[in-house]
């Protein structure tokens, strides 16, 4: 049984005349009165539904195209007739405004925005992704310091949104005055930007905005070419007054420097050397094949000089995995080492260093020049030959490191 029926709003004609006058009919004393089963009108589509079991709960009445709608509110026990009545203006507003009524009580879920993956935290995510792939701590360190120090402008911005006048504004300022490193943050760029089209982060059809060829090399000015392969080197006969010079020098990059020039090593090679990796009783460096440049393991003799830099700079106990030249736990950049250089007056490089040694051994001594190149850590090509020196050759290396030793110190100890 419908009682007191709310004609008008389910459909009549002159509505908002009706519901000027029919809102609010009841009130709670009636609403607490009301026993009889059906639907008792309050107005404005607003009913008590009673049933023949005795449950009571309001409902809001609204028709569309010609068909009545009975929306459920909730038990009247639960709802009291003033909350009931904003329920029913709500639901009336969204009629009116075209809005299914419904959504004033169960709203549609918010569809959530998509995630914006920034720049920054797609390349931390990309470097983690292919990081173990890399020789050592120093490469990652470098990708890493690389971006932070030249592509900060990148960091926040949105990687579908980075477009070629963003390269461009962190390559400019670098280009002519900082060249090898400037090319190296656009390949760093080109890979992160090309990684992400693959993981559907930038359109398939979209250029990279890092690419060189056909694309940056004809929008940035020409620079004289870089050199590759060649590091420019200090002559042997300097190399003493250098040394000299350097153990003046307190700084742990300049003990860096001199460890590595007394091994003849990489400046990776060093600055990626742990205390796991050095046997004092024998005097020997061994640098995993994983950080070396062939692959290869590579057993380097100590010099008494080497031997003593190490015993000055170690800890009481230090892990195995500690780095012998770290700062904070972390690895040197080999830039330490660079600009230590500079500071000294030197346009020379750390790598040249290596040159300085294998032209001391090849112009003042007679040690074999493939004795020299085994020193170097370069490839052997023959496998019987490098299977025999690799068993033969540490005592006659020892000779060649302490006479490296000895010309660089001459008789000074540490």
């Known amino acids: 049984m419908e009682v007191g029926t709310d004609f008008g709003y389910d459909g009549s004609t002159d509505k908002d005349a009706f519901m000027s006058r029919a809102l609010n009919r009841m009130t709670a004393r009636k609403v607490a009165s009301l026993k009889e089963p059906g ?51 709500d639901m009336r507003e969204a009629v009116a405004t075209g809005i299914d009524p419904r959504e004033v009580i169960a709203p549609k879920p918010l569809t959530p925005a998509p995630e914006v993956i920034t720049f920054g935290a797609f390349a931390e995510t990309y470097i983690a992704s292919v990081e173990e792939g890399w020789r050592n701590d120093i490469h990652r360190q470098q990708w890493r310091n690389s971006l932070r120090d030249h592509a900060g402008s990148l960091k926040d911005k ?61 929008l940035l000015p020409r620079r004289p070419k870089l050199t590759r392969g060649h590091h420019e080197a200090l002559p042997w006969r300097d190399a003493p007054t250098f040394m000299a010079q350097l153990r003046k020098r307190t700084a742990l990059a300049a003990r860096a420097l001199e460890f590595t020039i007394l091994t ?21 460096w061994t640098i995993p094949a994983k950080r070396m440049k062939a692959g290869a393991e590579h057993v380097v003799p100590l010099s008494g000089a080497a031997i003593a830099l190490l015993l000055e700079l170690k800890p009481e106990a230090p892990a195995a995995t500690d780095l012998i030249f770290a700062v904070g736990g972390a690895a040197r950049s080999n830039m330490a080492m660079a600009m230590l250089l500079r500071r000294m007056g030197q346009s020379v490089t750390t790598h040249g260093m290596r040159s300085t040694f294998r032209d001391w051994a090849g112009d003042a001594t007679e040690f074999p020049r493939d004795l020299v190149e085994q020193a170097l850590a370069h490839t052997i090509s023959n496998k019987a030959e490098r ?22 110190t001459g008789s000074t100890t540490r």
């Open 264 to 284: 003849a090593a990489r400046s990776g090679e060093t600055l990626g050397a742990t205390w796991g990796e050095i046997d004092f009783d024998q005097k020997l």
């Open 39 to 89: 639907r008792h009108a309050d107005g404005g589509g607003l009913y008590l539904r009673i049933t023949p079991g005795g449950a009571r709960s309001w409902v809001f009445m609204t028709a569309s195209h010609g068909k009545r709608t009975e929306i459920g509110l909730g038990a009247e026990a639960a709802i009291p007739l003033v909350t009931a009545r904003k329920l029913a203006a």
């Open 158 to 218: 949105p990687i579908k949104d980075i477009c070629t006048e963003d390269v461009l504004a962190v390559l400019q300022p670098i280009w002519l005055s900082k060249s090898e490193t400037a090319s190296r943050v656009r390949g760093r760029i080109e890979r992160i930007l090309a990684a992400a089209k693959a993981r559907g982060l930038r359109p398939l059809d979209a250029p990279n905005p890092a690419q060189w060829k056909g694309h940056l090399d004809v």
């Open 387 to 408: 299977a025999y020196r690799r068993g033969t050759a540490i005592e006659r290396r020892r000779g060649l490191m302490d006479a490296w030793e000895h010309y660089l």
